[in-house]
Nanobody
Framework: VQLAESGGGLVQPGESLKLTCRLSGNTAMRYAIGWFRQAPGKERERVSVIRWNFGSTYYEDSVKGRFTISADNNQNEVYLQMNNLKLEDTAVYYC????????????????????WGQGTQVTVSS
């Protein structure tokens, strides 16, 4: 499974961005898709996860009510709509996929995710 993120950029606090994760290859293997982020000097952390065939979603407390994860099965894409962005949302955002039968929603640091994209930079600055 190959993953490619897009949609990052530079925005001001309170603005919105929509990230896209495009999947290719043997996409039948993917079970859950997660968005993670890593800020400079910090550990990688989970942001949100969606279970592909069931639509179940998970959000970290820090983004609940502001971020929305969704998937388009036909397009093999997963989205992360980010509203009311804050300075602390600044990070490189990665999407990752789990193979079937992994625990839900997986490790907070993503160590049990099997495939990763290259990341897209999100910078929130006034």
């Amino acid at each position: 499974v190959q993953l490619a993120e897009s949609g990052g950029g530079l925005v001001q606090p309170g603005e919105s961005l929509k990230l896209t994760c495009r999947l290719s290859g043997n996409t039948a293997m993917r079970y859950a898709i997660g968005w993670f982020r890593q800020a400079p000097g910090k550990e990688r952390e989970r942001v949100s996860v969606i279970r592909w065939n069931f639509g179940s979603t998970y959000y970290e407390d820090s983004v609940k009510g502001r971020f929305t994860i969704s998937a388009d099965n036909n397009q093999n894409e997963v989205y992360l709509q980010m509203n009311n962005l804050k300075l602390e949302d600044t990070a490189v955002y990665y999407c990752a996929a789990q193979r079937p039968f992994r625990p839900w929603p997986g490790a907070k640091d993503g160590n049990d995710y099997d495939w990763w994209g290259q990341g897209t930079q999100v910078t929130v600055s006034s």
